[in-house]
């Protein structure tokens, strides 16, 4: 693919994002990020990722999404950088989003809900050994077994874990305000196990929601879906 759209743009609001979520963290807040495109991630996990660098530390990310997000520029059917983001995380993509180094490592990183993936993804996950539990995995074992797998991952080693939720990860039927919208997603009790398990941890580091597309929902049932979201991250329980 020739070309990425909005290059310049989105590396702007990557480094405010940055800034602002550094920010957050020297002021000993726990970030939260909300936003519309998943290149976000780019800064808030990033600046997460350096300020616990400087602490000596790692971090892990649990990525919760209906795609990886794992292509590169040289993979990518559409040039679109929100497909991207993970990849440059794991330091593969255009110099002028990759850091100077990886802000995560891999074996440290889960992709939870997929079911839309790219060749070029394909190839990249299996290169790295980033661990993808796919719908059919989450439909076979139940998603409370593969969180758990996904926050050991994310936990071993590291100073605790960035949760990155793509609302695109929940079923359409559920949350419709999204730009990518893929059928069979995560029910609304499977959505807010992840982030109860997330919360019960104690290991959460940072969160944000992305994707909220405003003009595509319906009577605004995926934003009320994603303030319920971030509510059980931060700890809301039913008892």
């Known amino acids: 693919m020739n070309g990425l759209p909005f290059l310049n743009e989105i590396a702007r609001v990557a480094e405010r994002t940055h800034a602002a979520v550094a920010q957050g963290l020297e002021r000993g807040c726990l970030p939260l990020v909300l936003g519309g495109d ?4 780019i800064g808030s996990v990033a600046a997460v990722a350096d300020h616990h660098r400087r602490l000596g530390a790692s971090i892990g990310v649990i990525w919760v999404d209906a795609h990886a997000d794992m292509n590169r520029p040289e993979t990518s059917p559409t040039g679109n950088i929100h497909g991207m983001p993970l990849a440059v995380l794991l330091g593969h993509g255009d110099d002028r989003l990759v850091g ?30 980033v661990r993808v ?35 695109d990860a929940l079923d359409p039927r559920l949350a419709p305000g999204v730009g990518t919208p893929i059928q069979g997603g995560l029910t609304y009790r499977e959505g807010h196990l992840v982030c109860e398990k997330a919360s019960h941890s104690g290991r959460l580091l940072s969160l944000e929601v992305v994707e909220l597309n405003p ?15 971030v509510a059980s991250a931060l700890g809301k329980s039913i008892l």
């Open 38 to 41: 998943h290149s976000l991630s």
């Open 133 to 167: 539990f796919t719908m059919s995995e989450i439909d076979e074992r139940g998603v409370g077994a593969c969180m758990d797998e996904a926050l050991r991952r994310a936990e071993a080693g590291t100073a605790g874990f960035h949760l990155s939720l793509d609302l």
């Open 215 to 229: 003009v595509l929902d319906d009577r605004n049932h995926t934003a009320l879906l994603a303030v319920g979201l």
């Open 100 to 129: 100077a180094e990886a802000s995560v490592r891999p074996e440290n990183v889960s992709v939870l809900g997929a079911r839309s993936i790219d060749p070029g993804e394909r190839a990249l996950i299996a290169e790295l050994g």
